[in-house]
C-alpha cells in the first residue's frame, strides 16, 4: 500500500486516516515532536494497528502495539492537521505486555473530534522511530445531541478466520459505513479454543481459504498464545480500519478462556494445561492487554463498568463469566455457590448505578441472553450455560438473581432500560412481556440479539418463559443451511442503534454483512 507523505500544514483528510489505518501506520513527515525520523528498514513497526476505548465526556483510552521493543509517544489534538498537539507521558512497549502500550487520555474537550496519533522509538536505536499510526473518535457530549452505535459479537470463531480472498471480516467495513460514536462488543472477542486450519471445504464445492499462524493453531494455554488470538484477528484489514476510527467498549464471555467456562471447568484432551484457574488467569491478562479496555487501578481485572455517553445514555456492561457458578441443572430453590451468576457485589453496583442515572435511556449490555435456553451440552441437552433454565415457571437456579433485579429496575421506577447482547449466533428481537411470564413483578423490556460478527452461525435457541419473552424477529440458519454456516453465507449480524436528540426515541436497527435492514423498532422513552 502506497503511503502519502504530508508536512505540518496539510489536513489529513479522513479517507487517508482509514486507509493509513488499514494499513496500520500513516506518515506525517515533522509533525511528531519526536527525535529524526530514521529512514532505515529497522524502524519499528506497528503492525496491529491502533485502537480507542471506553470514550466519556473528557477522556478515552488509546492503545498501540510495536513489533519490537519501543517507547510509544502519544499525542492528540482538535484538528486532523494535528496544529496543535497534546503530548501524554511516554509508555515503554516491551515484552512483558507483547509489546502493547495503552493509555487513558484525560482532560478532553466534551463533544469534540479527538484525532491521536503515536510513534515507537526502538529503545535499542533512538534514532530507529516509526511512522505515526492516527486514530479518531468523538468524545461524548454534556448536552442532548444525535447518538449512533453499533454492537455485537463472536470474531473469528467456529475456525472461520480471515479469508483474504473473499475480503477477509467483511462485517467491520459494513460497520464502518455507519460511522457510529462507538461500537459495543459483546463478547467471544476471540476463539481462544478454536484452531484455524488452512482450508475448509464448503457446501457449493468452494474452498474457504484461513491465514494461518502458529498461535491460531492450537487451543491457547500460554500468555503468548491467547495474545496471539487478538494479534490474528488485528491481521484482518477491516478490523484495523475500523479500530482506528470507531472506540470500541468491550466485554468478555467463554471463548476468551475456553467453550461454556466457569471456575468448575474439567478441561479436555485438548489441552496439556489441566488448571482452569491458571488458564482464565491467563485470559483475563491477555484480553486487558489487548483490548482498550480502562481497568480501574483499584480493580484491574474488573471488566463490569458504566460508561456515561451524555445525558441521553448510559451504557451498562456486565461480567456474566467471572463470577458463575458450575454449568449445572440450575433448578436451586436460592441464590448461593452454585446458582450465582452475577454475584452479589456486581449486583449491588448494577442496581446503584441504575439508580443513580440520569440518563434518559440505560442499556445494558449483556454477554449472553436472559431468556434464550443456551444448553452447556447441547447434543445430550444437559447443564445450562446461561441464566434461563428451560423450565417455564417460577425463577429457580440462576434466573432467582435476575428476578430480583428485574423487580429492583420496577421498584425504583428505573426506566428506559434495554438489554443488547450476543453469543448465540444468529440475530433476534424478545420482547419481555409480564402479561406472559410465570414471574410478573416486572416492568416489560426489550433484549435484541446480535452476531456473530465473524464466525459460524447456528440457531435459532429455545425461549424460556419465566419471564415471558415473546419472539419479535429472529433470522438464523434454515434447516437446509444447517449448523455452523460460514461467514461465506451472508448469515453474520450487527445491531444499530440512533438516538434522536429531539425527540428522544431509540430506533434500533438488526443488519446483516450486506448491509441489509432485517427489523425496526422505534422506542418512545417512557418519562416519570
Known sequence: MAIRIFDDSTTVSRRALLRGAAGGTLALTGALALPGFSRANTRPGLPSGVQSGDIGADRGVLWARSDRPARAHFEWSTTESFSDVTRLPALDALPDTGHAVKILAEG???????????????????NAVSEPAIGHFRTAPTQKRDISFTWSGDTAGQGWGIDEARGGMRIYDTMLKHRPDFFIHSGDTIYADGPIKESVDLPDGT?????????????????????????????????????AAVPMLA???????????????????????????????????????????????????????KVAYGPLLDVFFLDMRTYRGPNGANLETDIGTDSVFLGADQIAWLER???????????????????????????????????ANNEPGKPLGRELEFAALLKFIKDAAIRNTVWLTADVHYTAAHYYNPEKAAFQDFEPFWEFVSGPL???????????????????????????????????????????????????????????????????????????
Open 207 to 243: 474452498v474457504w481459504k484461513n491465514v494461518v499462524t502458529a498461535e491460531k493453531s492450537k487451543v491457547a494455554e500460554t500468555l503468548e498464545e491467547f495474545r496471539g488470538n487478538y494479534l490474528y484477528n488485528l491481521m484482518d484489514t477491516n478490523l484495523r480500519a475500523f479500530n
Open 353 to 387: 448505578e441504575l439508580k443513580a442515572s440520569q440518563a434518559t435511556w440505560k442499556v445494558i449490555a449483556a454477554d449472553m441472553p436472559l431468556g434464550l435456553v443456551v444448553w452447556d451440552n447441547a447434543k445430550e441437552k444437559k447443564g445450562f450455560e446461561a441464566v
Open 454 to 528: 465473524h464466525s459460524g452461525t447456528f440457531g435459532p435457541g429455545d425461549l424460556d418463559q419465566t419471564f415471558g419473552p415473546e419472539l419479535r424477529y429472529v433470522k438464523a440458519p434454515t434447516k437446509e443451511q444447517g449448523q455452523n454456516t460460514s461467514p461465506a453465507a451472508g448469515l453474520q449480524f450487527f445491531g444499530h442503534v440512533a438516538i434522536a436528540a429531539d425527540t428522544e426515541i431509540m430506533t434500533v436497527t438488526l443488519r446483516d454483512v450486506a448491509d441489509a435492514e432485517l427489523f425496526q423498532v422505534a422506542l418512545e422513552p417512557k418519562r416519570a
Open 251 to 305: 466485554q468478555w464471555d467463554d471463548h476468551e478462556v475456553t467453550n461454556n467456562w466457569s471456575s468448575s471447568k474439567v478441561l479436555g484432551e485438548a489441552y496439556d494445561e489441566k488448571s482452569i484457574e491458571l488458564l482464565s488467569a491467563r485470559a483475563m491478562r491477555a484480553f486487558h492487554e489487548m483490548m482498550p479496555i480502562a481497568a480501574s487501578l483499584g480493580e484491574p481485572q474488573r471488566v463490569y463498568r
Open 108 to 126: 478532553l474537550p466534551a463533544d469534540q473530534d479527538i484525532f491521536w496519533r503515536v510513534a515507537m522509538t526502538d529503545l535499542s536505536d533512538v
